[in-house]
């Protein structure tokens, strides 16, 4: 099993950046693959982007495609999201998340942190 805690969530303006991050527990770590889902009022939890085991691939929404990047580092147990030329619509609470596969699929994440806040205003 595995405890995620997210920080790096704020308000920012519109064209800005923000990065997110993720604290693990647990020895295996490098074995789940992570990622990144969030949730904005009144709409369902979707997917953002995901990394595998090694950080050998990974998967995005389109929506966020060539603006954010996902990375690991499976000797601090944590994962990252680097969130460039943010817009309003990407305001919502970001989730980390884990799956005990190397997949990038994002219905294999059950594992799953409180949640931070990112706010993009504009």
């Known amino acids: 099993q595995v405890q995620l805690v997210e920080s790096g969530g704020g308000l920012v303006q519109a064209g800005g950046s923000l990065r997110l991050s993720c604290a693990a527990s647990g020895r295996t770590f490098s074995r789940y693959a992570m990622g990144w889902f969030r949730q904005a009022p009144g709409k369902e939890r979707q997917f953002v982007a995901a990394?595998?085991?090694?950080?050998?691939?990974?998967g995005y929404a389109d929506s966020v495609k060539g603006r954010f990047t996902i990375s690991r580092d499976n000797a601090k147990n944590t994962v990252s999201l680097q969130m460039n030329s943010l817009k309003p619509e990407d305001t919502a609470v970001y989730y980390c998340?884990?799956?005990?596969?190397?997949?990038?699929?994002?219905?294999?994440?059950?594992?799953w942190g409180q949640g931070t806040q990112v706010t993009v205003s504009s």
């Open positions: 998340a884990a799956a005990p596969s190397n997949t990038v699929v994002a219905g294999a994440f059950s594992y």
């Open positions: 990394i595998t085991w090694s950080g050998g691939r990974t």
